[in-house]
T-cell receptor
Framework: NAGVMQNPRHLVRRRGQEARLRCSPM?????VYWYRQLPEEGLKFMVY????????ESGMPKERFSAEFPKEGPSILRIQQVVRGDSAAYFC?????????????FGPGTRLTVT | AQTVTQSQPEMSVQEAETVTLSCTYD???????LFWYKQPPSRQMILVIR??????QNATENRFSVNFQKAAKSFSLKISDSQLGDTAMYFC???????????FGTGTSLTVIP
């Protein structure tokens, strides 16, 4: 049973470009969570999605960031017009249902570097 | 607000010895889950141990055990017989029963010295 998959593992973007991060949840999981880890810090919640719905985006920056989880395919975290401060590791987690959201399985992360 | 505090940025321990990592948290809720995660240089987040707040008995997982003091909102991790492979960042975290997100501390960098 494959775990949570994220790609790419490393992404380099120049300032002003767009970054697209992908997350495929574990088989049977329909709930996805995105977290950001800035250097020397712990993970910070960004957004929680269920298939085709954003449930909680309270941790998402108001501008330039968006997330989706379509009916088919992986969840996408999109960062438009990236800036140096967006350089971080972005982790995705998934769970089987909202009732057991405490059982979140984490992916290996995508390290975004903005030059 | 929900917060997690790890007051030890760095720790070291001799191989085969025991080490305790500290964690305190703050929440006004009474039902939640507590976790310790290990993050090796690969950056993969690996679940070490989980504790349900409604359980008084401390969780154990092989060489890893916790000291959960609910009234004090303290959740320390004890690693016995430390091994070189235990070298990693360790994050304390919790989530509410009714919530969606995990709240993480800033981590403790543990080095096991041969």
């Amino acid at each position: 049973n494959a775990g949570v998959m994220q790609n790419p593992r490393h992404l380099v973007r120049r300032r002003g470009q767009e970054a697209r991060l992908r997350c495929s949840p574990m088989k049977g999981h329909s709930h996805v969570y995105w977290y950001r880890q800035l250097p020397e810090e712990g993970l910070k919640f960004m957004v929680y999605l269920q298939k085709e719905n954003i449930i909680d985006e309270s941790g998402m920056p108001k501008e330039r960031f968006s997330a989706e989880f379509p009916k088919e395919g992986p969840s996408i975290l999109r960062i438009q017009q990236v800036v140096r401060g967006d350089s971080a590791a972005y982790f995705c987690a998934s769970s089987r249902s909202r009732q057991i959201s405490y059982e979140q399985y984490f992916g290996p992360g995508t390290r975004l570097t903005v030059t | 607000a929900q917060t997690v505090t790890q007051s030890q940025p760095e720790m070291s321990v001799q191989e085969a010895e025991t080490v305790t990592l500290s964690c305190t948290y703050d929440t006004s809720e009474s039902n939640y889950y507590l976790f310790w995660y290990k993050q090796p240089p690969s950056r993969q987040m690996i679940l070490v141990i989980r504790q349900e707040a409604y359980k008084q008995q401390n969780a154990t997982e092989n060489r890893f055990s916790v000291n959960f003091q609910k009234a004090a909102k303290s959740f320390s991790l004890k690693i016995s017989d430390s091994q070189l492979g235990d070298t990693a960042m360790y994050f304390c975290a919790f989530t509410l029963n009714t919530g969606n997100q995990f709240y993480f501390g800033t981590g403790t960098s543990l080095t096991v010295i041969p």
